[in-house]
């Protein structure tokens, strides 16, 4: 028997591009009303006469965002914590409460949920914040998945992408291309040539704490780096309306810590495009002295786009349908 | 190659009830700080010095929670934003966002995407609650699932399940039994033979708008009827250390509805036991008049569990892992 919703001709979602999807989900949507920021950035905020939330949500999948072999079920709690806080620190908030939902094939061993708890309950009390609620299904064979929703405070407004200004610095908090390299060994079996880079691959520990600070310092726009320094600078430039000047002489120490594991191209490469980094990136006012913490990469111009010494440069691209 | 954390001997989830796992994660999840209400509730409430929020989250899957030969795509999205709304409703509240998150093999049609944001779109728009944001993943073949995130206000404090007192009168808002007694059609291949059954177990529309009015009339306990009435009224039971007395009289209305549809013994059972109605129960001080959209169906006593006409009862069960 044919299903006209599920056996229809038609496109599929591994024909068009998340762009392209969201570009015609969007407009179904209802927007608005309370809700402040959103979509568009990296957190939405939720204003109503209660009081103001930041909300965040993003989901592991299994065999997409990791694979047994590398991760630990721990390593999966810790790192979906990180993905998640590292949202709403680059609003410049705080998180105060996760939702978890974990859904997972029966024949998952218990063994597995309880050692994904502890990776996930650990990260979360090093940063202390709890555990508001989830929710827990079962799923067809094989299929296991996690889905957090962060929520969070910010004080006063939040810092969105949008607001970088000609003459601003670039700035980052955290490191730069080490979750890709990790990634790069894990793939050729080197895992064992630097453990420290692999352990930032899955089990990253962001920067938290930077997100307020650099809303406090003043920062005019912020977001966090989950799909490269390249792709998510020109999230900014584009928000902003203006073009991030990137300069490699101001990333020689990010790649001089993947001197030795990878060749120098491979290190560009995992500096510039790498993803699931979570370090912090914001544009400060040329007047204001970095913070601590942050290390200037580069300027605010006028024009568009990302430029790496001063050549125009894209990011790659990441695409959950095709990846 | 083998992998201890998925190959290893030891217990699946299969193997286990949802209880006893819960009990055994919630030791390795910080907890406190700011969640005021969580969990154990419907909906957790997270209270910082920028304001208070209910928070919620409810997740479908095919297969699990609908077939494509019963469910559109639509009523999918439908049935995902009452079941959380209806538990920001059981706290006393009004949902003021939503964050939505689709897991879908890249084999999926766009046009199911597109006809499940539809009906997701249009059941918040209906009640006035925009989209906040969300996530997009691909997931292994066949599998689909969709996650929400429900955040709301209330005005003081939330309606707990442990209110209710010896005394109190048992009251529902909505109708009872129903959205099984369509499954039962469904299932019997019988849905034309009550359209209006079938869609209000596909497409329920809880009566949201009364969980704030119970409140303020001052209801001790409140609950969504998820699991059905018996095992729900049980939880509040235990919550509030009491007895909850129902009456298969002042259920008359109920099951006269299904009359001609199901014989008695069905009827009762789909009244009794029957679960995703997402009705509201709540439990108010004798000298409350009932607000309009409530009646009567019981009272509440000195003992434990529930009782029907005066004989205890329990409700049978829904377990993810065990269905």
Same mark, same amino acid.
């Given at each position: 028997m044919t299903n006209r919703w599920t056996d229809g001709p038609g496109p599929r979602l591994r024909d068009v591009s998340e762009d392209e999807l969201l570009a015609q989900i969007f407009p179904l949507l209802p927007r608005g009303g309370p809700v402040v920021v959103a979509p568009g950035d990296d957190t939405a905020l939720v204003r109503t006469a209660y009081g103001s939330v930041l909300a965040t949500t993003d989901t592991m999948v299994r065999g997409r965002d990791w694979l047994d072999e590398w991760s630990s079920p721990a390593d999966v709690g810790g790192k979906s914590v990180a993905q998640n806080v590292a949202d709403i620190a680059s609003m410049g908030g705080r998180a105060t409460a996760l939702l978890v939902t974990l859904v997972a094939d029966p024949e998952t061993p218990v063994a597995w949920v309880?050692?994904?708890?502890?990776?996930l309950g650990?990260?979360?009390?090093?940063?202390?914040?709890?555990?508001?609620?989830?929710?827990?299904?079962?799923?067809?064979?094989?299929?296991?998945?996690?889905? &957090?929703?962060?929520? !969070?405070?910010?004080? @006063?407004?939040? *810092?969105?992408?949008?607001?970088?200004? %000609? /003459?601003?610095?670039?700035?980052?908090?955290?490191t730069l291309g080490r979750s890709a390299a990790g990634f790069v060994l894990l793939q050729?079996?080197?895992?064992?040539?630097?453990?420290?880079?692999?352990?930032?691959?899955?089990?990253?520990?962001?920067p938290y704490e930077q997100g307020p600070v650099a809303r406090s310092a003043g920062a005019t726009a912020m977001i966090d780096l989950s799909d490269g320094l390249v792709r998510d600078a020109g999230r900014v430039a584009a928000a902003s309306g203006v073009r991030l000047e990137l300069s490699t002489e101001l990333l020689r120490a990010d790649l001089d810590r993947?001197?030795?594991?990878?060749?120098?191209?491979?290190?560009?490469?995992c500096v510039?495009?790498?993803?699931?980094?979570?370090?912090?990136?914001?544009?400060?006012?040329?007047?204001?002295?970095?913070?601590?913490?942050?290390?200037? &990469?580069?300027?605010? !111009?006028?024009?568009? @786009?990302?430029? *790496?010494?001063?050549?125009?440069?894209? %990011? /790659?691209?990441w695409d959950h349908f095709h990846p």
């Open positions: 309880l050692d994904f708890a502890a990776g650990a990260a979360a009390a090093e940063i202390e914040v709890p555990i508001a609620g989830g929710d827990l299904s079962s799923a067809p064979a094989g299929t296991l998945m996690v889905s &957090i929703t962060a929520l !969070g405070d910010v004080d @006063g407004d939040p *810092v969105l992408r949008s607001g970088a200004r %000609g /003459g601003d610095v670039v700035a980052v908090a955290g050729q079996d080197r895992a064992d040539d630097d453990e420290d880079l692999v352990r930032e691959h899955v089990r990253p520990r962001p993947l001197t030795g594991v990878l060749d120098d191209d491979a290190a560009l490469g510039l495009t790498g993803g699931e980094e979570h370090s912090l990136l914001a544009c400060f006012p040329p007047e204001v002295a970095l913070p601590d913490g942050w290390r200037r &990469i580069g300027q605010v !111009g006028a024009g568009e @786009g990302v430029t *790496v010494d001063g050549r125009p440069r894209s %990011g /790659g691209g």
